[in-house]
């Protein structure tokens, strides 16, 4: 039973820092972006 | 870095670590469940901050159909990409409450199915958004936004409407009630995630707004190099 609790709490924050990870790269991903529109 | 951004996520960080604490630690022990019942601060604050994302998905996208603003567009995605995230987080801790204490990891009743629904309504509206390529897409995807958001309210009223597995409400309009020092950790949950909420829309927020005006560029640079 606890051990469902655990799991609930570790995935709620799994899939919340999944997300963040994917903002993270979209961020690098559009940096990288605007550093080539401002070199052509 | 804005600096108003890191003191919300500072002030997000020390609310979600207090809701915690009151969930965990503060909040007594449910008599039939036991521990297994404190997924509910987490469950329900997630249900409910989903529910806000896509209420305020509903409202941008209104707007956007009526000013076709950009700015609108882009909170319009960001609330409902992170009302996914909340919903799958709901669809997740759902079925891992459900197992020990109903002996099942999942049943189609009402509640599920239409939250199930819901939240393959909001990722067909992302997946939209990401793959298609006509100039349209922002009001394809505000249009199918509205009509999703519908869902919410059949989600949040299916417990009245029809007899489910799922409990019925314990807070609001008909609930059974609950302890006093349960509802405070709820509540503290509820004001935790839904700043998370609001912090992960501002981020994803601010980079589509930088994602459209790279997009601008390029193309009043496409413009610029016709005409010459």
Redesign the interface.
């Known amino acids: 039973?606890?051990r469902?609790?655990f799991?609930?709490?570790a995935?709620?924050w799994a899939?919340?820092l999944a997300?963040m990870r994917f903002?993270a790269s979209?961020?690098a991903r559009?940096a990288r972006?605007?550093r080539e529109?401002e070199k052509? | 870095m804005n600096k108003k951004l890191i003191i919300f996520a500072i002030i997000t960080v020390a609310l979600l670590a207090y809701g915690f604490r009151q969930a965990m630690f503060i909040a007594p022990t449910e008599e039939t469940m036991g521990d297994i019942q404190r997924i509910f601060y987490y469950h329900v604050s997630s249900a409910f901050s989903a529910f806000a994302c896509f209420f305020l998905n509903m409202v941008a996208s209104l707007v956007y159909l009526k000013s076709r603003n950009p700015k609108t567009d882009a909170f319009a995605l960001a609330a409902a990409e992170v009302g996914v995230v909340f919903c799958t987080v709901v669809l997740v801790t759902g079925p891992l409450w459900a197992k020990p204490v109903w002996g099942i990891w999942w049943t189609w009743d009402a509640r599920l199915t239409s939250t199930l629904v819901l939240w393959l309504i909001f990722v067909s509206y992302l997946l939209l958004r990401r793959f298609s390529t006509a100039g349209q897409t922002p009001v394809l995807a505000a249009v199918l936004s509205i009509f999703g958001s519908v869902d919410v309210v059949f989600v949040y009223m299916s417990i009245r409407w029809f007899r489910t597995q799922h409990p019925q409400p314990v807070m609001g309009p008909g609930g059974g009630g609950l302890d006093p020092r349960m509802a405070h950790a709820l509540l503290w949950n509820f004001l935790a995630f839904a700043c998370w909420g609001a912090l992960l829309i501002w981020m994803r927020y601010i980079l589509e707004r930088r994602h459209q005006l790279i997009e601008e560029a390029y193309a009043m640079r496409a413009v610029q190099g016709v005409a010459r």
Request: charged content about 20%.
């Open positions: 039973m606890i469902n609790l799991l609930a709490y995935a709620t899939i919340h997300y903002l979209k961020y559009l972006e605007e529109l052509k």
